[in-house]
């Protein structure tokens, strides 16, 4: 990985709060070392949404029920593709208890980050 790409990748990590200063930073550097190109770019990200942000954050974790619950819905719109009416109800049951368990996941790692962020 580059050292820019190490930097974006620490940036979509960071304190969506601060993401603009944080952007802003290594554009202005980038601009100052003649990589006009890497600049440009770099100033064109943009700030993600505060959910986006916390999906990215919780997926960086690791969370086994988020991971879980993407593949689900992998698996539930490739039979919705194929009009698998029966493996979308079994799916879609499946679906509301893989989704409980994501939401107690996530809220215990957005708890454990703010215990974090506060101490």
Do not use: C
Not at 24 to 32: F, G, I, T, Y
Not at 36 to 52: C, F, Q, V
Not at 72 to 83: I, S
Request: overall charge positive.
């Amino acid at each position: 990985m580059s050292s820019w790409a190490a930097r974006i990748d620490a940036l979509y990590a960071g304190d969506p709060a601060q993401f603009v200063a944080a952007r802003d930073a290594p554009a202005k550097q980038a601009r100052e070392g003649g990589e006009k190109a890497a600049a440009s770019a770099i100033k064109e990200l943009r700030r993600p949404s505060l959910g986006a942000w916390y999906a990215n954050v919780a997926a960086r974790a690791g969370l086994v029920s988020l991971r879980e619950w993407l593949d689900l819905g992998a698996t539930l719109r490739a039979a919705q593709a194929r009009l698998d009416l029966r493996t979308v109800a079994d799916l879609g049951a499946r679906r509301a208890r893989v989704e409980g368990r994501v939401i107690a996941a996530l809220s215990a790692h957005r708890a454990a980050l703010e215990e974090r962020t506060h101490a």
